[in-house]
């Protein structure tokens, strides 16, 4: 058997305006098995021809030689290929499992979904035309890699018939997947092969689809928020008795599986408190990841000193676990502690302290005796201090996590300190990154027992318990892609809040994310070229129609939350005076757009399968107060023959949040600029049979104002990039 | 803002700066600028002396710590309350106490004053809450302008019989092996002074459950 995976940006109607073969077809003009197969069968024939002449004279996927219109010599060419593709027919290997969407593209292509969801299936009629009105067998089957696909292609269970309409909308359609059964075990996500069989034959065969030939295409997740199957042991107070540690700091609360006997050497999970809490207050964390196969330590932090105490004590405490002696647990963690994969995880000053601490190591100016700066796998600060500055705490490239309660009345994000502005720390992070900002969390809910200090609008706040829960689910899923990798924790870091809620979690509360994966292609990120008119890519950028256009640095630059025309940077709680992040803010009333040129060398955006960029509303601005809701806005791609698709990115599932309603420092309401991840799946441009030539990308546009998303707004705009999944 | 009007009410008047901004920012940010804050009282003193010298990490200079004292005091719970932001230094004279535990309730401290060059004696030390920062951050020079500015600012030494009365509710001089052992001595004072403590004492007296137990 032969497979064909047809990349998903090979649409059916896609004109390579630049890609077109002399002579030949253009590269990844076919629907199916070969260029030239239009209706995805496997072979050229009289079905291929009828639809090649129905386009005769325009653009579209018949145009094989990619010269803007379908004529003689795309006629030539299907002819040549007359017959079964080359090389033998088999399934076509595409994304189809999705979540559907109220507008183009109608879907949203992703592999995690939580246990008991429903899994959507989204077919692009316009790609496969032979399945217009069809009713089709569906079959959700145990993740099978190629070569066990090829063995047996057999579609166990029953088939799911499905009636697809004859649009891009119709051809999204539910699968009963409720009780798909989720992991087991330890493990975190359970993986399935999604596949349409086009024949109905119930066998994987030429022409079907397949959602999973490489890997699954669907990962049923467990409740990350639920307790491990692991029974577990805590050791409440061990007195390390090292001599290295800070006097009086020496004791560790640990919590590891109890049947740890028999398992081979675990993660470690080091939790560093804040300043006048305790490392008994994290029972709720500890216990749970313990319960996911976790060795997890919470030590004695000196943070009355400072943030430069406070690390030496995660420093040192990190080592004193490691060497496991017979005092801890009777010698029941001595081999069982892996010393490769470290997740340092702390709170407030000790939040900044884990910064410090990674900073110190890569900096040499300390080193740890049993561990390195590679076995640090992920580093997270729950609502960081930022005391230090750039010099010192700097996550620099390690993958880094913020977590962050929008009510904190500790570290508040305040416009009138740079130590209560935690996000200072994310900003500095160059390497994978990634936040969570949970409306109406306040400081202490992340922990049992510190003191009242929410600081939101009454009615608002969620509560310990609530916050502990999206806590966890956080952390769990969060580890389980630093550490293992595990795919389906991925979408964890960046799909909306409303799309992976923990079970649990009431429906009100919110949350927003923001993803920067370490692999990306940068069309702008405001920071190496500082003229608003020139993209750090090096494209002209243009803005029409918007009010106070401005690139810069995001720091408010006064000490209140109140809009002020000499402060267009209100809300921004994100650098210091002197840092480099920056980002371009603008507002409108009226239809208004900017517009990235994309230089020569990045016009192919079939590279990498996302195109992502970050999105805040302007806190307190008259626009963003008039809005009082979500900001939508499109999202355009221009290919270098003029050609334009368009989509919003509320289609795609974006969320920008209207600023958390709490007052203070200042007149009016709305807290710190909330940046949201978008991100936007490049083929869906050409869902539907668009005509875009995603491999030039001449501009890509984003246009606000009626008829684009909210009719007015004031927003910032920051990292435009082509991503990796 | 409950904590905001605690803090203002408790100050004296005169050391409280008008706030910026139109609606009150939270403690932390409006510490920045308050001026020194007088403790409320010396409730105890014990001399000490240790053979094996501790780093005290609560200045930058880091001195070695042989000698000091002990000391017990009671303030305004607003401002000895730990924060993870900009907060007050609790001070002996020139020098950051080493903060042992703190009542928050009651705003009580057992806080470590020890004996290094530049001290001078305990009669004359003004004890204070000094403008925000971190300890570990503070030169020498710092510390003592934190000082000088206490001064300035009218905060005086403890009168003699409250110091006398300190000093015996402290007990006698005490020496300790290393810090370890003189732990045991901090432990002690918690236990006399800030009874509803005991958690602390007992880390610090090394009476801890480190037996494995399963989590229910």
């Given at each position: 058997m032969s497979w064909t995976?047809?990349?998903?940006?090979?649409?059916?109607?896609?004109?390579f305006a630049s890609g077109a073969i002399a002579g030949g077809m253009a590269a990844g003009a076919w629907a199916g098995g070969c260029p030239g197969d239009l209706d995805g069968d496997a072979g050229i024939g009289s079905s291929d021809l009828a639809t090649l002449l129905a386009q005769w004279g325009l653009p579209g996927a018949a145009d094989l030689d990619g010269d803007g219109t379908t004529g003689p010599n795309d006629l030539a060419l299907l002819l040549s290929a007359w017959g079964p593709c080359p090389g033998g027919a088999g399934p076509i290997a595409e994304e189809l499992a999705a979540v559907p969407r109220a507008a183009f593209p109608f879907a949203s292509r992703v592999e995690t979904f939580l246990t008991g969801a429903t899994v959507h299936v989204a077919i692009d009629i316009a790609r496969h035309p032979n399945l217009a009105g069809r009713t089709v067998d569906a079959y959700v089957v145990e993740d099978r890699d190629r070569s066990a696909w090829a063995a047996d292609p057999s579609l166990p269970g029953a088939a799911q018939p499905i009636i697809l309409g004859s649009d891009l909308a119709g051809g999204v359609r539910p699968l009963a997947t409720a009780s798909l059964p989720g992991p087991t075990g330890l493990a975190f996500s359970r993986g399935y092969d999604l596949v349409i069989d086009v024949d109905g034959t119930g066998t994987l065969t030429a022409g079907d689809l397949i959602d999973g030939l490489d890997g699954p295409g669907v990962l049923v997740v467990a409740n990350a928020s639920a307790a491990g199957p692991l029974a577990v042991n805590t050791v409440a107070a061990w007195d390390t008795n090292d001599a290295a540690i800070s006097a009086s700091f020496q004791l560790q609360r640990v919590w590891y599986p109890s049947d740890i006997a028999s398992m081979g050497p675990l993660p470690l999970v080091v939790i560093s408190h804040g300043n006048?809490?305790?490392?008994?207050?994290y029972d709720y964390l500890g216990t749970h990841l313990a319960s996911w196969g976790y060795v997890v330590m919470a030590h004695q932090n000196n943070t009355v000193p400072g943030i430069e105490t406070a690390s030496t004590t995660t420093l040192e405490h990190t080592d004193a676990i490691l060497a496991a002696p017979a005092t801890l647990a009777g010698g029941a963690l001595a081999g069982k502690i892996d010393a490769t994969r470290i997740v340092w995880i702390g709170h407030s000053r000790g939040g900044e302290g884990v910064a410090r601490a990674y900073d110190r190591i890569f900096d040499g100016t300390y080193v740890p005796t049993l561990y390195g700066l590679a076995a640090i796998r992920l580093v997270s600060s729950i609502a960081p201090t930022d005391f230090l500055g750039s010099a010192s705490a700097n996550p620099h490239g390690a993958n880094y996590h913020l977590l962050y309660g929008s009510a904190d009345g500790d570290v508040c994000g305040c416009p009138d300190s740079d130590v209560a502005d935690s996000f200072n720390l994310l900003e500095r992070a160059t390497g994978e990154r990634s936040s969570t900002y949970v409306h109406g969390a306040d400081h202490n809910d992340f922990n049992c027992c510190g003191f009242e200090d929410f600081a939101g609008p009454s009615g608002t706040a969620i509560g310990r318990a609530a916050a502990q829960v999206v806590a966890k689910a956080t952390y769990l899923a969060l580890i389980r892609h630093a550490l293992d990798g595990d795919p389906g924790a991925r979408e964890f870091r960046w799909r909306p809040f409303e799309d992976l809620r923990p079970p649990g979690v009431a429906a009100n509360v919110q949350a927003t994310l923001e993803w920067k994966p370490g692999i990306a292609t940068v069309v702008d990120d405001f920071q190496a070229q500082t003229s608003i008119a020139t993209s750090s890519s090096g494209g002209a950028v243009t803005i029409a129609g918007a009010s106070g256009g401005l690139e810069g640095l995001m720091n408010d630059n006064n000490t209140t939350f109140t809009w002020a025309t000499s402060d267009p940077w209100n809300g921004m709680t994100r650098a210091r005076a002197g840092e480099t992040t920056r980002g371009l803010v603008f507002d409108w009333t009226s239809p208004s757009s900017v517009e990235f040129q994309v230089v020569a060398a990045l016009r192919d955006f079939t590279a990498r399968p996302f195109l992502s960029l970050r999105a805040a509303q302007g806190s307190r601005h008259p626009r963003t107060v008039a809005l009082a809701g979500p900001l939508d806005f499109t999202v355009t791609l221009v290919d270098g023959a003029g050609r334009t698709s368009s989509l919003a990115i509320s289609a795609a599932g974006g969320v920008v949040r209207r600023p958390y309603q709490r007052t203070g420092y200042g007149t009016g309401a709305g807290w710190q600029n909330e940046f949201a991840t978008v991100r936007i799946r490049i083929a869906d441009f050409a869902a539907g049979g668009r005509e875009i030539d995603l491999a030039d990308v001449a501009a890509v546009r984003l246009e606000f104002g009626t008829g684009a998303g909210a009719a007015e707004g004031r927003i910032a705009i920051d990292d435009l990039r082509i991503e990796e999944r | 803002m409950n904590s905001l009007i605690a803090i203002v009410a408790a100050l004296p008047l005169a050391t409280v700066a008008v706030p910026p901004a139109a609606s009150a920012p939270p403690p932390a940010a409006r510490a920045a600028a308050v001026r020194p804050a007088p403790i409320r009282g010396l409730v105890a003193v014990r001399p000490f002396r240790v053979a094996e010298p501790w780093t005290h990490e609560y200045r930058a200079d880091r001195p070695a710590v042989r000698e000091g004292w002990i000391v017990v005091l009671d303030a305004d719970p607003a401002l000895v309350r730990p924060r993870q932001t900009e907060q007050m230094v609790l001070m002996g004279g020139g020098l950051p106490l080493e903060i042992v535990h703190v009542a928050v309730d009651a705003g009580r401290v057992v806080a470590i004053l020890p004996r290094v060059p530049d001290s001078v004696a305990i009669e004359s030390v003004v004890f204070h809450l000094a403008s925000p920062a971190l300890p570990e951050s503070l030169s020498v020079e710092a510390a003592e302008a934190r000082r000088a500015a206490a001064v300035a600012a009218g905060l005086l030494p403890r009168d003699g019989a409250e110091l006398a009365r300190a000093l015996a509710a402290g007990g006698g001089a005490v020496a300790a092996a290393d810090r370890e052992a003189f732990d045991r001595e901090l432990a002690a004072a918690i236990r006399r002074h800030l009874p509803g403590e005991s958690a602390r004492a007992d880390e610090l007296e090394g009476r801890i459950d480190s037996t494995p137990r399963p989590v229910d």
């Amino acid at each position: 058997m032969s497979w064909t995976s047809l990349r998903p940006w090979s649409a059916a109607r896609f004109a390579f305006a630049s890609g077109a073969i002399a002579g030949g077809m253009a590269a990844g003009a076919w629907a199916g098995g070969c260029p030239g197969d239009l209706d995805g069968d496997a072979g050229i024939g009289s079905s291929d021809l009828a639809t090649l002449l129905a386009q005769w004279g325009l653009p579209g996927a018949a145009d094989l030689d990619g010269d803007g219109t379908t004529g003689p010599n795309d006629l030539a060419l299907l002819l040549s290929a007359w017959g079964p593709c080359p090389g033998g027919a088999g399934p076509i290997a595409e994304e189809l499992a999705a979540v559907p969407r109220a507008a183009f593209p109608f879907a949203s292509r992703v592999e995690t979904f939580l246990t008991g969801a429903t899994v959507h299936v989204a077919i692009d009629i316009a790609r496969h035309p032979n399945l217009a009105g069809r009713t089709v067998d569906a079959y959700v089957v145990e993740d099978r890699d190629r070569s066990a696909w090829a063995a047996d292609p057999s579609l166990p269970g029953a088939a799911q018939p499905i009636i697809l309409g004859s649009d891009l909308a119709g051809g999204v359609r539910p699968l009963a997947t409720a009780s798909l059964p989720g992991p087991t075990g330890l493990a975190f996500s359970r993986g399935y092969d999604l596949v349409i069989d086009v024949d109905g034959t119930g066998t994987l065969t030429a022409g079907d689809l397949i959602d999973g030939l490489d890997g699954p295409g669907v990962l049923v997740v467990a409740n990350a928020s639920a307790a491990g199957p692991l029974a577990v042991n805590t050791v409440a107070a061990w007195d390390t008795n090292d001599a290295a540690i800070s006097a009086s700091f020496q004791l560790q609360r640990v919590w590891y599986p109890s049947d740890i006997a028999s398992m081979g050497p675990l993660p470690l999970v080091v939790i560093s408190h804040g300043n006048g809490h305790s490392y008994t207050w994290y029972d709720y964390l500890g216990t749970h990841l313990a319960s996911w196969g976790y060795v997890v330590m919470a030590h004695q932090n000196n943070t009355v000193p400072g943030i430069e105490t406070a690390s030496t004590t995660t420093l040192e405490h990190t080592d004193a676990i490691l060497a496991a002696p017979a005092t801890l647990a009777g010698g029941a963690l001595a081999g069982k502690i892996d010393a490769t994969r470290i997740v340092w995880i702390g709170h407030s000053r000790g939040g900044e302290g884990v910064a410090r601490a990674y900073d110190r190591i890569f900096d040499g100016t300390y080193v740890p005796t049993l561990y390195g700066l590679a076995a640090i796998r992920l580093v997270s600060s729950i609502a960081p201090t930022d005391f230090l500055g750039s010099a010192s705490a700097n996550p620099h490239g390690a993958n880094y996590h913020l977590l962050y309660g929008s009510a904190d009345g500790d570290v508040c994000g305040c416009p009138d300190s740079d130590v209560a502005d935690s996000f200072n720390l994310l900003e500095r992070a160059t390497g994978e990154r990634s936040s969570t900002y949970v409306h109406g969390a306040d400081h202490n809910d992340f922990n049992c027992c510190g003191f009242e200090d929410f600081a939101g609008p009454s009615g608002t706040a969620i509560g310990r318990a609530a916050a502990q829960v999206v806590a966890k689910a956080t952390y769990l899923a969060l580890i389980r892609h630093a550490l293992d990798g595990d795919p389906g924790a991925r979408e964890f870091r960046w799909r909306p809040f409303e799309d992976l809620r923990p079970p649990g979690v009431a429906a009100n509360v919110q949350a927003t994310l923001e993803w920067k994966p370490g692999i990306a292609t940068v069309v702008d990120d405001f920071q190496a070229q500082t003229s608003i008119a020139t993209s750090s890519s090096g494209g002209a950028v243009t803005i029409a129609g918007a009010s106070g256009g401005l690139e810069g640095l995001m720091n408010d630059n006064n000490t209140t939350f109140t809009w002020a025309t000499s402060d267009p940077w209100n809300g921004m709680t994100r650098a210091r005076a002197g840092e480099t992040t920056r980002g371009l803010v603008f507002d409108w009333t009226s239809p208004s757009s900017v517009e990235f040129q994309v230089v020569a060398a990045l016009r192919d955006f079939t590279a990498r399968p996302f195109l992502s960029l970050r999105a805040a509303q302007g806190s307190r601005h008259p626009r963003t107060v008039a809005l009082a809701g979500p900001l939508d806005f499109t999202v355009t791609l221009v290919d270098g023959a003029g050609r334009t698709s368009s989509l919003a990115i509320s289609a795609a599932g974006g969320v920008v949040r209207r600023p958390y309603q709490r007052t203070g420092y200042g007149t009016g309401a709305g807290w710190q600029n909330e940046f949201a991840t978008v991100r936007i799946r490049i083929a869906d441009f050409a869902a539907g049979g668009r005509e875009i030539d995603l491999a030039d990308v001449a501009a890509v546009r984003l246009e606000f104002g009626t008829g684009a998303g909210a009719a007015e707004g004031r927003i910032a705009i920051d990292d435009l990039r082509i991503e990796e999944r | 803002m409950n904590s905001l009007i605690a803090i203002v009410a408790a100050l004296p008047l005169a050391t409280v700066a008008v706030p910026p901004a139109a609606s009150a920012p939270p403690p932390a940010a409006r510490a920045a600028a308050v001026r020194p804050a007088p403790i409320r009282g010396l409730v105890a003193v014990r001399p000490f002396r240790v053979a094996e010298p501790w780093t005290h990490e609560y200045r930058a200079d880091r001195p070695a710590v042989r000698e000091g004292w002990i000391v017990v005091l009671d303030a305004d719970p607003a401002l000895v309350r730990p924060r993870q932001t900009e907060q007050m230094v609790l001070m002996g004279g020139g020098l950051p106490l080493e903060i042992v535990h703190v009542a928050v309730d009651a705003g009580r401290v057992v806080a470590i004053l020890p004996r290094v060059p530049d001290s001078v004696a305990i009669e004359s030390v003004v004890f204070h809450l000094a403008s925000p920062a971190l300890p570990e951050s503070l030169s020498v020079e710092a510390a003592e302008a934190r000082r000088a500015a206490a001064v300035a600012a009218g905060l005086l030494p403890r009168d003699g019989a409250e110091l006398a009365r300190a000093l015996a509710a402290g007990g006698g001089a005490v020496a300790a092996a290393d810090r370890e052992a003189f732990d045991r001595e901090l432990a002690a004072a918690i236990r006399r002074h800030l009874p509803g403590e005991s958690a602390r004492a007992d880390e610090l007296e090394g009476r801890i459950d480190s037996t494995p137990r399963p989590v229910d």
